[in-house]
């Protein structure tokens, strides 16, 4: 070590020195300058004084401050914003929402493009609290910037955020519905971008190649939401057309092709404001929901067809009886074939529907038929040998009579012979059937016995006839309002002399001596007694004496006691066999006013004039 040093000195000894140049200062020059300015430095406080008014987390931040940070590069600071936000809406509901909702739903909104996916789940989530909490007419005038960001999420490169922002969709399908079916016609093209490409002839599937998930759980997804979607368009209409009556004083739009197109038609609140009038005419007038239906039905048969490409032995328990499909496959064929009913029925509420249903019709109904019921209806749902202590349904019954329903509508009487079959077979499981499926099983049959020239017409109503008959399932009373209407209807006068209809009008009656009975179905009784049915008049002559004892004990439901009263009182005006036992109980009733005042006034004057 030292003689290494030893030489680098000698080195450095030889090298030729540059001679420096000496600065000599002038004598006055040669002092230090004390003569100079000093300016504090200021340290802003990171926690401003705010008003005694202000509401602050119990960091002191009030809503401003945790906005600002909401913009912050650091991930952890968005985050804590997000709380903070969440803990004001927790601690002051009503004055965050009425006072800071415009400036709270716009930021928040724009975070479903925040590039980290905690802050994107952490947002959606605080936006599904206050949409909880958030009336629609509170939030309607707010919702075009809300729903611009959804699309911008929904259209994004990056999958992971498009598939967040469906979960933003599902808080916007949940909570306010109704701002949902006004966006419809932007966020319905959206959603069939998701899972498909546009060319210059038509649309065909696209892979979901950038994702984790699979191209299926991911149509599943979309999928849902459209149905989802398309639910809420439907119970919009019904609102609107529900209220239209009651809003003459509010001026009407000239009704478009789609009522949900028109934003003053969906809903009204009592608050006028200018965005009803700030409706982007040229893209209501770009979409139609005819357009869309030609445009996502061949997609939607497509997607089933690849997961169920055809039937297999091995797949099949019976061949003549159902084809097996995973849970999954069942999963799809429900979206599927609840986004095409929809699509009927909204469309069947539009001007000029019924061209549009022909063609609709004419343009789908056979490849439908040929692709999802022929040599695969019924559908049933595969077993897992490890799960057998499951109970689940596994005859997905929603699914085939969702089927079923659009065969009726899509096709023709002749093609009604792939569906005839699986409905006669339900009626021995009348009693296991849930609501749903109970609505779409009256509806099937209700539309195949209205065609009076169709073979299978008359069986389908003698079942209807044994079952609310012999049945107490909520089968029975869904198909009691039916029966009721093939009574009321000269149409089916050629049932009416069928023995199990002559049995089920003989039993109406009888209904009257029960316990309770709903305003719905006494109003119907009512109505087919004024058609002089002789099996009904024969049978109210036997039970009247029960029905005038019953009339203070029973309980119409929805309607005023003393109002139900006085409509059963009002069958024994149709009462024929007046005979000598049933004048003289009636008399010794007015006597001891056993009815109440009123109502035995009532029976009075009409034993007067009978």
């Known amino acids: 070590m030292g003689k290494s040093r030893r030489k680098f000195m000698k080195k450095e000894k030889a090298k030729v020195k540059i001679k420096e140049s000496k600065t000599v200062l002038p004598k006055g020059q040669n002092l230090t300058d004390t003569n100079f300015k000093v300016k504090k430095i200021v340290i802003k406080d990171q926690v401003k004084p705010h008003d005694p008014g202000d509401l602050l987390t119990s960091r002191k931040l009030n809503v401003k401050d945790l906005l600002t940070r909401l913009g912050h590069h650091n991930i952890n600071m968005r985050k804590e914003a997000l709380e903070g936000i969440n803990e004001l809406l927790s ?3 009503s004055e965050v929402i009425t006072s800071y909702l415009a ?6 909104s724009k975070l479903i493009l925040d590039p980290t996916g905690n802050i994107r789940k952490e947002s959606t989530k605080l936006m599904a609290n206050i949409f ?5 007419e509170q ?4 919702f075009s910037s809300v729903s611009s960001y959804l699309i911008c999420g929904l259209t994004h490169i990056d999958c992971a955020i498009r598939e967040d922002s469906l979960y933003f969709l599902d808080n916007l399908l949940n909570y306010v519905p109704q701002v949902c079916a006004k966006a419809a016609s932007k966020l319905l093209p959206v959603c069939l971008d998701l899972v498909s490409h546009s060319n210059s002839v038509n649309r065909t599937l696209s892979l979901n190649l950038d994702s984790s998930s699979t191209s299926l759980k991911w149509r599943i997804k979309v999928l849902s939401r459209v149905r989802l979607l398309l639910s809420t368009l439907i119970q919009s209409t019904d609102i609107g057309e529900n209220k239209e009556s009651d809003k003459k004083d509010v001026p009407l739009r000239k009704r478009r092709n789609m009522y949900f197109l028109t934003s003053k038609n969906v809903l009204y609140s009592n608050l006028q404001l200018d965005c009803f009038d ?4 040229e893209v209501l007038m770009d979409f139609s929901l005819k357009n869309f239906s030609d445009a996502i039905i061949p997609l939607l048969i497509d997607m089933f067809i690849e997961v ?15 084809t097996l499909i995973s849970e999954e496959e069942a999963n799809i064929l429900k979206n599927v074939v609840d986004i095409i009913k929809f699509l009927w029925e909204i469309i069947d509420k539009e001007e000029n529907s019924n061209e549009k249903l022909n063609a609709l019709s004419k343009n789908h109904g056979q490849n439908i038929i040929s692709k999802l019921i022929k040599g695969r209806f019924p559908y049933e749902l595969r077993s897992k040998r490890k799960r057998k202590e499951e109970t689940n349904d596994l005859s997905c019954r929603l699914q085939n009579l969702t089927l079923c329903k659009i065969v009726i509508l899509f096709g023709n009487a002749s093609d009604w012979i792939n569906i005839t079959p699986y409905l006669k077979n339900l009626f021995r499981n009348a009693d296991s059937l849930n609501k749903n499926e109970c609505d779409l099983f009256v509806s099937c049959i209700s539309h195949i016995c209205n065609y009076s020239n169709n073979e299978e017409s008359k069986y389908f109503l003698n079942s209807v006839f044994k079952t609310v008959m012999n049945s107490k399932s909520s089968l029975s ?26 049995s089920w009008l003989k039993s109406l009656p009888k209904l009257l001596t029960k316990s309770k009975i709903s305003a719905l179905v006494l109003e ?3 109505l087919i007694s004024l058609r002089n049915y002789e099996p009904f008049s024969e049978s109210l002559d036997t039970h009247i004496e029960s029905i005038l004892d019953n009339i203070p004990r029973i309980q119409v439901e929805g309607m005023d006691k003393e109002k139900g009263q006085f409509v059963i009182a009002a069958f024994l005006y149709q009462v024929k066999d007046w005979d000598e036992e049933l004048v003289e109980s009636i008399n010794k009733a007015i006597e001891n006013e056993y009815w109440g005042s009123s109502v035995t006034s009532f029976i009075k004057d009409i034993v007067n004039v009978k």
């Open 477 to 502: 009373g869904s198909f009691f309002l039916f029966l009721t209407d093939v009574a009321l209807n000269n149409k089916f006068d050629i049932y009416h002399s069928e023995s199990s209809f002559i």
């Open 278 to 281: 700030k409706v982007d005419d």
């Open 308 to 322: 169920v490409p055809q039937r297999e032995d091995s797949m099949v328990l019976n061949q003549d009886v159902c």
């Open 139 to 142: 939030l309607e005038p707010f």
């Open 524 to 526: 119907k009784i009512r």
């Open 91 to 93: 601690n002051y509901q």
């Open 132 to 136: 909880s909490k958030t009336k629609y």
């Open 103 to 108: 400036i709270l739903l716009p930021s928040l």
